[in-house]
């Protein structure tokens, strides 16, 4: 069983930088990728990018040009960047582990309400 | 625009069964056994109630079933009960030289 607990600032203003953290209880750092999804009443759900615990991604082409995900392995928790957002970025973010065998999402953290606005 | 359609609503009484769909294509669902299904209510934790077509998590009662024709998946949940109310979205593997999972657009359940 894994729990996942995010952390990270929920208000933003135009431009500025989105960062979440999610820390990793339970569970193995190898066995899981580690992913980030956002919910938007526009959008619906949306999958933001993975992580491989030795550190390769894989973002969505939508965002790849804004979105940066990390992990540390030591201190077991993965972050999500987002540069630049604007309010189309206001969404709810969850992390996930992604089983990546056959793509599912099987643990979820509890979300992280961003509103980005002047 | 989602990539996968859901109806936006569905509805059953306390007992009843109630089927959502999830239409897609032979890039995604019809070509791959790769769907899930999530329940989100609010103030809870996403859950996963439904993976590789017709798997169960544990934890996840058998009244949760899934199957797939074609291009469509869908969710069948039987014996209703009012905790089952909230959006359910379906999510399939994105297809080959693509990466990641598309979503559908979720489909409110409601309980009468």
């Known amino acids: 069983q894994v729990y996942l607990q995010q952390r990270g600032a929920g208000l933003l203003k135009p431009l500025e930088t989105l960062s979440l953290t999610c820390d990793i209880y339970?569970?193995?750092?190898?066995?899981?990728?580690w992913t980030w999804i956002r919910q938007s009443p526009t959008k619906g759900l949306e999958w933001i990018g993975e992580?491989?615990?030795?550190?390769?991604?894989n973002y969505n082409p939508s965002l790849t040009s804004r979105v940066s995900i990390s992990i540390d392995r030591s201190r077991k928790y993965f972050s999500l960047q987002l540069t630049a957002v604007t309010a189309a970025d206001t969404a709810m973010y969850y992390c996930?582990?992604?089983?990546?065998?056959?793509?599912?999402?099987?643990?979820w953290g509890q979300g992280t309400q961003v509103t980005v606005s002047s | 625009q989602s990539a996968l359609t859901q109806p936006p609503s569905a509805s059953g009484s306390p007992g009843q069964s109630v089927t959502i769909s999830c239409t897609g294509t032979a890039n995604d669902i019809g070509g791959f056994n790769y769907v899930s299904w999530y329940q989100l209510r609010p103030d809870k934790v996403p859950r996963l109630i439904i993976y590789d077509v017709f798997k169960r998590p544990s934890g996840v009662p058998d009244r949760f079933s899934g199957s797939k024709s074609g291009n469509t998946a869908s969710l069948t949940v039987s014996g209703l009960k009012t905790e089952d109310e909230g959006d359910y979205f379906c999510c399939s593997f994105a297809g080959s030289n693509k990466f990641g999972v598309f979503f559908g657009g979720g489909t409110r359940l409601t309980v009468l």
């Open positions: 992580i491989h615990h030795f550190g390769s991604t």
């Open positions: 339970g569970g193995s750092l190898n066995d899981y990728y």
């Open positions: 996930g582990t992604f089983d990546k065998a056959t793509y599912y999402i099987d643990f």
